[in-house]
C-alpha cells in the first residue's frame, strides 16, 4: 500500500530558560512520530523541528518559515507567550497549531487544536484542595507574563468565592531567580499556601531558596506552608535539587507515576528512546497526544488541508497514558483527567486524588465560572491517598 507522507513542524524551545520541560515535549513528540512510521499504516509523517531559545521574534519567524515552505501542521509553544505571538501567523496563512500545554484559557482559534489542560481541568480542581484540605490564605508568586497573570486571575475568584483570600501577589520576569524579596514577603504573610506559576529557572531557584529560608527560621514548609503549582513536572525535580524536592503540589491530568498499562507501555518506550532524558512529563505526555491524534486526523482526511484535518479530530478516540482523551467539537480543545499530585524525594509524583473519568474541556469557564459560587462545577475527584 502507498503511504503518503507529510512534512509536520515541531516548534519547541529545547535550550533557554524552560528547556527541560520544552525538551521533555520534544521526546513526547518524536516517540510519536516513530510509532506512527513504524505503525505500516497509510501515513508517514516527517518531523521538521525547529528551536526557538525562548525568544518571542522567533516563534514568529519560524512560523512563518515553516508555513512558507508548505508545512500546514506545527506541534509546538510552551509558553502562552509564544503561543498568542504565533496564532497570527497560523490564521493569516491557514496552518493549525497543536498546542501541546496546559494554559489558562479564554482563547479562541479556528487555527488552534488544545491537547493540554484548559482552566477548569488543573486550576479549579487545585482551589478545591487546598481551599478543603489546607486552608484559605494564599500568597501568588508567577512569572511576568500571560500565563501567570490570568492563572492568578482564576484561582483568586475561585478561592474569593470559597471564602478565601489572596493577601499578594508577586511577579518576577521570565528567568529571574533573585527571589530573596518575595521569599521574605511570604514568610512574614504566613499565608496557608503559595500557588506557584513560574516557571522554569525562575521556578528552580524559587522552591530551593524557599525551602532554605524555612528551615533557616524553623519552619517545616512542605507542612506549614506548601507550594501548588499547575506546571511542575518531573523533569523539574532534579532541576530543584534534593535538599527541596519533596512534599510540593502539582494539579495536572498527567504523572508518570499512574499504574496502567497504556501508561506502562508509554513509559518503557520512551525511556527506551530517551535514555538520557529528560524524563517523561504531563507536557511531555499532551505533545505525543497532540501527534497520535494528528496522524489518525490525516489518516482520516486523505488531505493535510487545515480545515479539513480540523474537522476530522473531533473523530478521534485515543487511549492515552493519563486514559481516554478526545477533542471536543464545539472548543477544540480536549477531554482529560484532572489529578492532583505530591512530589516525593525520588523524583516523582505521588497521585493523591484523581477524576473517575475524563472532564470536558471548559476554556471560557461558561460552565464552572469561579465568579459565583454556585455556578462552580469543578471535577469530583476520588481520594487515591491522604
Excluded at 41 to 57: M, R, Y
Excluded at 147 to 173: C, D, K, M, P, Q
Amino acid at each position: 500500500m502507498a503511504r503518503t507522507t507529510y512534512r509536520i513542524g515541531v516548534m519547541l524551545s529545547t535550550t533557554g530558560s524552560y528547556s527541560v520541560v520544552a525538551r521533555s515535549m520534544l521526546n513526547g513528540a518524536l516517540l510519536a512520530f516513530r510509532e506512527i512510521n513504524a505503525s505500516g499504516g497509510d501515513i508517514a509523517l516527517e518531523p521538521v523541528v525547529v528551536n526557538p531559545s525562548g525568544d518571542l521574534a522567533s516563534y514568529r519567524s519560524l512560523s512563518l518559515e515553516l508555513l512558507g515552505s508548505g508545512v500546514r501542521h506545527v506541534v509546538g509553544c510552551y509558553t502562552s507567550s509564544s503561543r498568542k505571538e504565533v496564532i497570527p501567523c497560523f490564521e493569516k496563512l491557514d496552518g493549525l497549531l497543536w498546542y501541546p500545554s496546559h494554559y489558562e484559557g479564554f482563547e479562541s482559534s479556528d487555527n488552534v487544536i488544545y491537547t493540554g489542560a484548559a482552566p477548569n481541568q488543573h486550576v479549579l480542581p487545585l482551589v478545591d484542595y487546598l481551599a478543603s484540605r489546607l486552608g484559605s490564605r494564599a500568597f501568588c508568586v508567577g512569572s511576568n507574563y500571560i500565563w501567570a497573570w490570568e492563572n492568578n486571575r482564576i484561582f483568586r475568584e475561585a478561592l474569593t468565592a470559597r471564602g478565601g483570600t489572596v493577601l499578594a501577589e508577586r511577579y518576577l520576569s521570565v528567568g529571574d531567580t533573585e527571589v530573596d524579596q518575595v521569599i521574605a514577603a511570604i514568610i512574614d504573610q504566613r499565608p496557608d499556601f503559595v500557588f506557584n506559576n513560574l516557571i522554569g529557572t525562575s521556578a528552580y531557584a524559587f522552591f530551593r531558596a524557599f525551602r532554605a529560608a524555612c528551615r533557616a527560621r524553623g519552619i517545616d514548609q512542605a507542612a506549614e506552608i506548601p507550594v501548588a503549582s499547575c506546571t511542575l513536572s518531573e523533569p523539574e525535580l532534579p532541576e530543584i535539587g534534593p535538599d527541596a524536592i519533596d512534599g510540593h503540589l502539582s494539579s495536572s491530568v498527567y504523572f508518570s507515576s499512574l499504574n496502567s498499562a497504556e501508561n506502562g507501555a508509554f513509559i518503557r518506550a520512551y525511556t527506551t528512546s530517551f535514555p538520557d532524558g529528560p524524563v517523561s512529563s504531563a507536557d511531555a505526555e499532551a505533545s505525543y497526544i497532540a501527534v497520535k491524534l494528528l496522524g489518525a486526523a490525516l489518516s482520516q482526511a486523505g488531505t493535510d488541508d487545515a480545515r479539513t484535518v480540523r474537522a476530522a479530530v473531533a473523530d478521534q478516540r485515543l487511549h492515552a497514558p493519563q486514559g481516554e482523551v478526545r477533542i471536543d467539537r464545539q472548543t477544540f480543545h480536549a477531554w482529560l483527567t484532572p489529578r492532583i499530585g505530591r512530589s516525593t524525594a525520588s523524583g516523582q509524583f505521588e497521585v493523591l486524588l484523581e477524576s473517575r473519568e475524563p472532564i470536558a474541556p471548559d476554556p471560557y469557564l461558561v460552565q464552572s465560572s469561579p465568579r459565583f459560587a454556585s455556578a462552580m462545577r469543578s471535577p469530583h475527584l476520588k481520594v487515591v491517598q491522604s
